[in-house]
T-cell receptor
Framework: NAGVTQTPKFRVLKTGQSMTLLCAQD?????MYWYRQDPGMGLRLIHY???????AKGEVPDGYNVSRLKKQNFLLGLESAAPSQTSVYFC??????????FGNGTRLTVT | GESVGLHLPTLSVQEGDNSIINCAYS??????FIWYKQESGKGPQFIID?????DKRQGQRVTVLLNKTVKHLSLQIAATQPGDSAVYFC????????????FGQGTILTVHP
């Protein structure tokens, strides 16, 4: 039972490049989330999904897109990376009323 | 929007002492609160949670207290150990918000042997 797995662990992008972060969970959770964590700040919600085929905006959605084609996977895309998107990205999953289970993060640097 | 915040950014204690980490919240519509521990290079790890219909909940060496009157949440760690050194986050969920959490800034707990 791996829990929540994020790939890649590290990535460096140049401004304007695109990339996709992959999140996979093996707990059959309905809900999945993408958060970003910046120094000195708590986690902020980017997008979330309440089930396969559904997505919704969180607190800081601009510059990101997501897809939930399969229940176990939640993809976060950056179409045109900007330095302001340098951050650590965390994926999480949960049942509706249960604690979120987090992955170990993807550290992204945009130069 | 409303947010959750922490009173103290850092806390240093001696091994064996009890630790108390505090958190203030402002959203009166929150019905669920949770504490996470985050170690360097890792994702947040669930510690304990509490629903708004409770005032206190105990786990193994940890206790969460909720005071809805003053919108205050605290995490008590008994007999703190060096392995407890980490950043601790409180988070709250608004009623009906599909499990979405709003996080505080975090408190750095350092336990000295």
């Amino acid at each position: 039972n791996a829990g929540v797995t994020q790939t890649p662990k590290f990535r460096v992008l140049k401004t304007g490049q695109s990339m996709t972060l992959l999140c996979a969970q093996d707990m059959n959770h309905e809900y999945m989330y993408w958060y970003r964590q910046d120094p000195g700040m708590g986690l902020r919600l980017i997008h979330y999904s309440v089930g396969e085929g559904t997505t919704a905006k969180g607190e800081v959605p601009d510059g990101y897109n997501v897809s939930r084609l399969k229940k176990q996977n939640f993809l976060l895309g950056l179409e045109s990376a900007a330095p302001s998107q340098t951050s650590v990205y965390f994926c999480a999953s949960s049942y509706g009323g249960s604690p979120l289970h987090f992955g170990n993060g993807t550290r992204l640097t945009v130069t | 929007g409303e947010s959750v915040g922490l009173h103290l950014p850092t806390l240093s204690v001696q091994e064996g002492d009890n630790s108390i980490i505090n958190c203030a919240y402002s959203n009166s519509a929150s019905d669920y609160f949770i504490w996470y521990k985050q170690e360097s290079g890792k994702g947040p790890q669930f510690i304990i949670d509490i629903r708004s219909n409770m005032d206190k909940r105990q786990g193994q060496r940890v206790t969460v207290l909720l005071n809805k009157t003053v919108k205050h949440l605290s995490l008590q760690i008994a007999a703190t150990q060096p392995g407890d050194s980490a950043v601790y986050f409180c988070a709250e969920k608004e009623r009906g918000s599909y499990g979405k959490l709003t996080f505080g800034q975090g408190t750095i707990l350092t336990v000295h042997p």
